[in-house]
């Protein structure tokens, strides 16, 4: 069984920067990909980042793309989001996800979800 913790959302201004990370176990991490997503009060989870198992093939999100990076520690079993140049619209819940192959760009391929960390911008 799957189980992601993600951590280190927070109240920044305009402007500021967060790191999210998310810890994941029950699976051998670095055989899956791993994937960032967001809910904004109202509106669809929307897909921001994935990479590879590996970490070598990343894709992003034309709305966060040069803003926010993803990365990860496979001997931490651990997966990262740097956000910068943060905006009131990046505000939402951020979620980790993992899928079930080695590399994935698709949304629906990613089945294994956390709780979700808040993230609020205020300009």
């Given at each position: 069984?799957v189980?992601?913790?993600?951590?280190?959302g927070?109240?920044?201004?305009t402007?500021?920067?967060?790191?999210?990370?998310?810890?994941?176990?029950?699976?051998?991490?670095?055989?899956?990909?791993?994937?960032?997503?967001?809910?904004?009060?109202?509106?669809?989870?929307?897909?921001?980042?994935?990479?590879?198992?590996?970490?070598?093939?990343?894709d992003?999100?034309?709305?966060?793309?040069?803003r926010?990076?993803?990365?990860?520690?496979?001997t931490?079993?651990?997966?990262?989001?740097?956000?910068?140049?943060?905006?009131?619209?990046?505000?939402?819940v951020?979620y980790?996800?993992?899928?079930?192959?080695?590399?994935?760009?698709?949304?629906?391929?990613?089945?294994?979800?956390?709780?979700?960390?808040?993230v609020?911008?205020?300009?």
């Open positions: 069984q189980a992601l913790v993600e951590s280190g927070g109240s920044v201004q402007g500021g920067s967060l790191k999210l990370s998310c810890v994941a176990s029950g699976r051998a991490f670095s055989d899956f990909a791993m994937a960032w997503f967001r809910q904004a009060p109202g509106k669809d989870r929307e897909f921001l980042a994935s990479l590879s198992g590996a970490g070598r093939m990343k992003y999100a034309d709305s966060v793309r040069g926010f990076t993803v990365d990860r520690d496979n931490k079993n651990t997966v990262y989001l740097q956000m910068t140049n943060l905006k009131p619209e990046d505000t939402a951020y980790c996800a993992q899928s079930r192959s080695f590399w994935t760009n698709a949304p629906t391929r990613f089945d294994s979800w956390g709780q979700g960390t808040q609020t911008v205020s300009s």
